[in-house]
Each structure stands twice: as C-alpha cells, then as structure tokens.
Nanobody
C-alpha cells in the first residue's frame, strides 16, 4: 500500500506566500498524477491544481497565476507554491494521487489522499 503525507501550509497575511509538499511512500509502481484540492468551511471540495507524470499542470480558475505546482518525473514529492494569497484561499488543503501499486496479478490504480492541512489567511 501507499500513503501520502502533507507538510507545510500554515498561516499567512493577505498577499503573502505559503508552500506545501506532498510526499508519497510505500509500495509504489508509479504515480500517474498528484493533485491538490481544498475545502473551506461550509463549502464543497474544490480542485486547486494537478500535475501528471509528463509534467502537464492544470489549475483551478481561482488560483491561476498565483499558485504553482511542481514535481520531478517520479512525482514522489510534489510541491504547491501559493503566492498573492487571498482570504478566500483559507481552507483545508488535501493532496491526492493516482498511484499504481503492484498486486499478485499485475498492477492496480488506486486513489490516495493526504491527511489535510489547514491554511489560514488573515491580516
């Protein structure tokens, strides 16, 4: 089995910056993608950004131009750089990944989630 562990995040002032990392570990054949989502109180989970194994990145409209997702070709560790933070960026952030894990008969694609990390943006 695999697992994802998030680190970073925390608190910032409006206009400030924060950085997240998400590290995958365990028995992994390969990682197809890693993504970030967030959930503010009383709201649904929303897509933030993603990166796939060939380096293609995708961003939610609300974070385009402010957030940057990066990782090497293995995607074992992926970073989310957040800048020009706004109050509406405050939420619990989750990384998730599509990971191929070995089975007795081949491989299986599973989706894994990190533990979630609170981001606070306030003056």
């Amino acid at each position: 089995q695999a697992q994802l562990v998030e680190s970073g995040g925390g608190s910032a002032h409006p206009g400030g910056s924060l950085r997240f990392s998400c590290a995958a570990s365990g028995t992994i054949s390969s990682i197809n993608f890693m993504a970030w989502s967030r959930q503010a109180p009383g709201e649904e989970l929303r897509f933030v950004a993603s990166i796939n194994r060939v380096g293609t990145t995708t961003y939610g409209d609300s974070v385009k131009g402010r957030f940057t997702v990066s990782g090497d070709s293995t995607l074992n560790t992926v970073n989310l750089e957040m800048s020009s933070l706004k109050a509406e960026d405050a939420a619990v952030y989750y990384c998730n990944a599509g990971i191929l894990v070995p089975t007795t008969w081949g491989q299986k694609l599973n989706i894994y989630w990190g533990q979630g990390t609170q981001v606070t943006v306030s003056s």
